[in-house]
């Protein structure tokens, strides 16, 4: 039997959690089919954690694409169906990727080793500092920074999923609260190892009761802490949290079975989540917004 998994209309990291509270009704072997001809937009995030399901069944799932045209032309100029199309079984329409370089958009690209993050590191910095300055009328020494982040959440693929994943990047306006500014949303997912395992792997680290996916992520998110002894490792994703800190920006994580946030006063996500339905990897997500009159310089 095959057991359907619904993907909603809008979807983005917080309405994929009602794709994975689905998912964890189904054992890992059976046959799935991600149902998604009724879905009309989604994000970054939502693309590349759908290819992050595809990668994590133990059996080829199914895949309805999108009905509406706009939604499945757009997911297929986003790259979303290229990789799909080695993940899935397919079904429905699938319309060809328009050829041309957009502004906006940075493909869904994978991630498997660090020459892939240079590769994308070097292609969005092409277009990073008129996406700052025409996007976010964020000032071109922003561009550095966006870079860096971009690169350490990618190599957290790298040196901690023990297999690949995919990283987009888009700029939309967001329209939950007023001010409707204009956002660059970095999203990364795998179905690798996961921060608690990763971490775990450690020599000799020691756990106690209270050890699980949330206490990994505080401790990798906010302490710093990494599965290598190196000095200086593990110090990635608090550059990221510095560089979001100085744009007014929002970090999130998911890991296993839970979900932190670094939430900017123009949000208003929970800072700690536990006790979700779990899902393998690592799916992490950077927003950057527009600068408006008060934002930190």
Not at 105 to 128: M, W, Y
Request: some cysteine; aromatic content about 6%; overall charge neutral.
């Amino acid at each position: 039997m095959t057991s359907v998994i619904t993907v909603p209309q809008s979807l983005d990291d917080r309405t994929f959690e009602q794709v994975v509270e689905q998912l964890a009704a189904v054992p890992a072997d059976a046959k799935v089919l991600v149902d998604a001809r009724h879905t009309r937009w989604s994000s970054p995030y939502g693309l590349t954690a759908l290819l992050t399901l595809g990668q994590s069944r133990a059996e080829k799932a199914g895949f309805a694409v999108p009905e509406a045209e706009e939604t499945a032309s757009y997911w297929a100029r986003a790259g979303f169906f290229r990789h799909a199309e080695e993940l899935f079984e397919l079904s429905g329409s699938v319309p060809k990727a328009k050829s041309g370089e957009s502004s906006v958009l940075l493909e869904v690209t994978s991630v498997a080793n660090s020459d892939d993050v240079h590769t994308v590191v070097g292609r969005i910095q092409q277009k990073a500092q008129k996406m700052l300055a025409t996007e976010l009328h964020i000032e071109s020494r922003a561009t550095v920074g966006f870079a860096m982040t971009l690169s350490e959440i990618c190599q957290n693929i790298v040196e901690h999923a023990g297999r690949g994943g995919w990283v987009a990047v888009q700029a939309y306006t967001y329209r939950q609260r007023p001010p409707h500014r204009r956002l660059i949303v970095i999203a990364v997912c795998d179905a690798g190892l996961g921060f608690r395992q990763s971490l775990e792997s450690l020599p000799g680290r020691v756990r106690d009761e209270r050890w699980d996916d949330a206490a990994a992520l505080e401790e990798a998110v906010i302490r710093g802490g990494s599965r290598f002894r190196d000095p200086g490792r593990g110090q990635g994703l608090a550059g990221v949290r510095k560089y979001i800190g100085r744009w007014d920006g929002k970090l999130t994580v998911r890991s296993g079975t839970a979900r932190i946030a670094i939430v900017p006063s123009w949000d208003e996500d929970v800072p700690l989540e536990e006790k979700l339905a779990p899902f393998p990897g690592a799916q992490v997500q950077v927003i950057i917004p527009e600068r408006v009159s008060g934002s930190p310089r």
